[in-house]
């Protein structure tokens, strides 16, 4: 074969390559930004109705910030703590709590605690709809996992249809 239709075998098979790479497609849903506001206040409503001064974040399925409120009162630590709680919900499309109790029970399980941006204590919530997850809450500042976490499944309740 000629180099001149040897080049053109080759551009016509990149090109076929490219095409067909181009044209795969993942579609996802997104948690609106509103919706995450929402979640957080509520959050932070259901905790302050508690007695607790916490920090909630909601982060979107790839664990990436999309609104944080802190209560007054809150420690600054809490705000830092609610949004890696999230991260890691949302990251392992799992509740926080029972990371926390894989760790426990399974020493396989134990390096999770020490993959970089992890929080594995209770309060984080994964949101879903269906199966599919579309972010995370984490709370931080009652005095508990469970209590953090009881905050945020208020707010996932009372905002359940717009999650859907």
């Known amino acids: 074969m000629n180099q001149r239709l040897r080049n053109i075998a080759l551009s016509t098979l990149a090109l076929a390559a490219a095409a067909s790479a181009s044209a795969a497609t993942v579609s996802t849903r997104s948690l609106a930004s509103t919706t995450a506001v929402q979640l957080a ?6 905790c302050s109705a508690d007695g607790y001064n916490v920090s909630a974040s909601v982060v979107d399925r790839s664990g990436v910030l999309l609104a944080m409120v802190r209560a ?5 630590h809490t ?3 609610s949004r890696a709680k999230a991260f890691t919900s949302a990251s392992s499309r799992n509740p926080t709590s029972g990371i926390a109790k894989a760790i426990q029970s399974n020493p396989d399980a134990a390096g999770m605690a020490n993959i970089p941006g992890f929080l594995v204590l209770g309060g984080g ?7 599919e997850t579309l ?8 005095p508990g996992g469970h209590l953090d976490e009881a905050c945020a499944q208020k707010a996932i309740t009372a905002l359940k249809d717009q999650l859907q």
Do not use: F, M
């Open 72 to 76: 007054d009162g809150a420690g600054p």
């Open 135 to 142: 972010g995370a809450i984490g709370v931080a500042g009652a």
């Open 125 to 131: 919530v994964p949101l879903k709809s269906g199966n």
């Open 79 to 81: 705000a830092e703590a």
């Open 41 to 46: 206040q509520q959050t932070v409503a259901a």
